[in-house]
């Protein structure tokens, strides 16, 4: 099972590197906080998540490219994309790609290394001055100096003691440039898109189930903000699946109906008729 709130801890760190650094405007960091929340989209393609936090996985490269393809043409988050493609890239390969700005070099690093020290911290269960080590290892191999010497301070990690803190910044970044309302309609489209992402199956369906919800629902005579609320409650009518294996998904017969109940009853979305 993926690590509960893996994440969003990679975020919180994103957050605090961010800030140490300097010279990002407030969108930019907002930006590349919520790049950080979405940055292992790609192993809900590659089924890779029960084995997505080993700290060194050979194939870990086909879940960054199918991230890095979701982020760049189904999200608002087109210009910091390249962090995703690269982040589990080392620094003195990166450094041999051509075509690859010092601006994305960078933002990559501050991906990877984030990536790094939760896995240690949280997956390993090592200690600061574990990771420490791996860090100041691996400075200006695999690791950009500019970023591992930022993550070595001291004060840096205190992850246990300051967690509530790091939540509470990370939420101000997000939250303190307003999104416009093409971003909202952008950011509610990613998130069906996150779901579709997994099966061919399940993107047929709710384009197909939204479009005909759409115009249904302008044919009644529906208009302005009930007109858009059928329109975005239609693309979030299957949210529910973005929890259900692939195999489930895309399962060529009748679930079970206890496998129905496993997926469904949870979150109380959906339960089996009992019948009469």
């Given amino acids: 099972m993926w690590m509960p ?10 957050s605090r590197i961010l800030a140490r650094l300097g010279g990002y405007t407030e969108k930019e960091m907002r930006d590349i906080c919520i790049l950080a929340l979405y940055h292992d989209i790609g192993a809900y393609k590659t089924e890779e998540i029960s084995r997505m936090l080993e700290f060194e996985t050979r194939n870990m490269q086909e879940h960054s490219i199918y991230g890095y393809l979701f982020i760049k043409y189904f999200t608002p988050l087109q210009e910091v994309a390249p962090g995703v493609l690269f982040h589990h890239t080392t ?14 070099k960078r933002l990559t690093q501050i991906m990877y290394i984030a990536d790094r020290a939760d896995v240690c911290l949280e997956e390993e269960g090592c200690s600061y001055q574990e990771f420490a080590r791996r860090l100041l290892t691996g400075r200006g191999v695999r690791y950009s100096p500019e970023i591992a010497d930022i993550v070595l301070a001291e004060d840096f990690l ?5 967690r509530e803190a790091w939540e509470a910044e990370l939420w101000e970044k997000i939250w303190k440039v307003p999104f416009t309302k093409e971003e909202i309609r952008k950011y509610l489209d990613m998130v069906i898109y996150t779901i579709d992402f997994r099966s061919r199956h399940t993107v047929t369906h709710t384009m197909t189930t939204t479009s005909i919800s759409y115009e249904l629902a302008k044919r009644m005579g529906l208009k302005g903000r009930a007109l858009s609320d059928i329109y975005f409650g239609s693309l979030l009518h299957d949210l529910r699946k973005i929890g259900i294996p692939v195999e489930s998904l895309e399962f060529p017969g009748k679930l079970s109906p206890q496998a129905m109940a496993d997926y469904a009853h949870p979150c109380g979305a959906y339960r089996p008729d009992p019948g009469p």
Avoid: D
């Fill in 5 to 14: 709130g893996y994440g969003f801890r990679v975020a919180c760190i994103v």
């Fill in 91 to 104: 620094w003195s390969r990166l450094q041999e790609l051509p075509g690859v700005s010092p601006e994305n």
């Fill in 158 to 162: 205190e992850l246990s003691s300051e």
